[in-house]
């Protein structure tokens, strides 16, 4: 199993960069990295997937090493509508199975 | 384009009663998830259809959970008898089409509290 760890928590301020980086030391060959972003009382909403180096949308930058064993998301200039609570998972390949785990909850100060 | 619908969004009932959930995925959508989020956690797996068969109900507790996506469509879940731990979101997504890579969309949940 492609287990990820990542901080429980982390505190910021607006306008500040924001990184949360992310453990799969068990990642397969055809594994993707997704990233899912989770508000109160919402369902989580897809943020950004990426299989190496860097990926970059309208809403963040995704950083993976040549190893793939980590990954970072990263949020810049955050403000207070960023503070959710946001998953790293690994998307599996051999089962076609992604696996939430209790994320990061990231809190943003003003 | 409409999201993920889900009714009813808060539901209280005492234990051993039996509820039931409802899910209108998004229009085209082929693939549906039923996720239990309990409080702290990130969701867990239930149930994954395609189309109208099941692809993985591992993790439903059979027991006392059921689901069914009639049509390829719509879904019920439903809990008979409810227990005190089945407190929790219980979450309907979707996706275009199988696959783990495949973005979900979540709807908004449903509360479910058990007294």
């Known amino acids: 199993l492609a287990k990820t760890t990542q901080p429980i928590s982390m505190d910021s301020y607006e306008g500040q960069e924001v990184n949360i980086t992310c453990s799969h030391n068990n990642i397969a060959t055809n594994d993707y990295i997704t990233w899912y972003q989770q508000f109160p009382s919402q369902g989580p909403r897809f943020i950004i997937q990426g299989y190496k180096t860097k990926v970059t949308n309208e809403v963040a930058s995704l950083f993976i090493p040549a190893d793939r064993k980590s990954s970072t998301l990263s949020l810049p200039r955050v403000s207070l509508s960023d503070t959710a609570v946001y998953y790293c998972l690994v998307a599996r390949r051999r089962d076609d199975k992604i696996i939430f785990g209790k994320g990061t909850r990231l809190h943003i100060l003003p | 384009e409409a999201g993920v619908a889900q009714s009813p969004r808060y539901k209280i009932i005492e234990k051993r009663q039996s509820v039931a959930f409802w899910c209108n995925p998004i229009s085209g959508h082929a693939t549906l998830y039923w996720y239990q989020q309990i409080l702290g956690q990130g969701p867990k797996l239930l149930i994954q259809f395609q189309n109208n068969g099941v692809v993985d109900d591992s993790q439903l507790p059979k027991d006392r959970f059921s689901a069914e996506r009639l049509k390829g469509v719509d879904s019920t879940l439903k809990i008979q008898p409810a227990k005190l731990e089945d407190s929790a979101v219980y979450l309907c997504?979707?996706?275009?089409?199988?696959?783990?890579?495949?973005?979900?969309?979540f709807g908004p949940g449903t509360r479910l509290t058990v007294l």
């Open positions: 997504a979707s996706s275009l089409a199988q696959g783990s890579y495949n973005e979900q969309f």
